[in-house]
């Protein structure tokens, strides 16, 4: 059963970069592709990126051109290279699974100041 921590979240002036990393304290798996979501106060948790196994990647067309996505499988972790940080990127980002959900972790919170 797969537990997902996420870290690296904190708070960055405008402009700024963070470097989220998403640990699986099991095997995320072969098939399944990862994703990382955010979700701001009063929105819904929206997908910002994903990676498949393989490493094909696809972006929100917010993050694109800022974000990177990443993945280790030996280390069944997951990561988010985040640059040129914006204020409307401020949000709680997690991680979990496309085509198998896992049980969501705690989120770590990314917060983008003017």
């Known amino acids: 059963q797969v537990q997902l921590v996420e870290s690296g979240g904190g708070l960055v002036q405008a402009g700024g970069s963070l470097r989220l990393s998403c640990a699986a304290s099991?095997?995320?798996?072969?098939?399944?592709?990862m994703g990382w979501f955010r979700q701001a106060p009063g929105k819904q948790r929206e997908l910002v990126a994903s990676i498949t196994r393989g490493g094909n990647v696809h972006y929100a067309d917010s993050a694109k051109g800022r974000f990177t996505i990443s993945r280790d499988n030996a280390k069944n972790t997951v990561y988010l290279q985040m640059s040129s940080l914006k204020p409307e990127d401020t949000a709680v980002y997690y991680c979990?699974?496309?085509?198998?959900?896992?049980?969501w972790g705690q989120g770590t919170q990314v917060t983008v100041s003017s």
């Open positions: 979990n699974g496309i085509l198998v959900r896992y049980n």
């Open positions: 099991g095997s995320i798996g072969s098939i399944n592709a």
